[in-house]
């Protein structure tokens, strides 16, 4: 008896993709909210000296980088949406990945 080939793919599982993306834009919106409390603390800061002026431009680089971090974010959320409601299936392989966190 020949053994059937396994299924190279597997249904998506659309209704539980949405909640767990709408976690991580939630945890996004704190993230967004820590960064701006940040942003306005090094601004209004008038602490002088070189030390604080090194410090507050270090903070401003970090703000800048969470801020350009949570709008790639942002924006693969929308990419992740965009794909789940054109696709029905998914490849076994990349699927094994995702559920990885790869």
């Known amino acids: 008896m020949v053994s059937p080939m396994p299924d190279k793919t597997v249904k998506m599982d659309k209704g539980s993709i949405n909640p767990k993306l709408d976690k991580l834009i939630s945890s996004l919106d704190n993230f967004d909210n820590i960064n701006k409390k940040m942003g306005t603390i090094v ?25 350009q971090y949570s709008l ?28 990885k966190g790869v």
């Open 43 to 67: 601004g209004s800061q008038e602490i002088s000296g070189e030390a604080a002026d090194a410090l507050s431009e270090s903070l401003l680089v970090l703000v800048s980088y969470g801020e």
């Open 72 to 99: 790639v974010i942002r924006n693969l959320k929308e990419v992740i949406v965009d794909y789940c409601k054109s696709v029905e299936e998914i490849d076994k392989t990349a699927a094994n990945a995702v559920s």
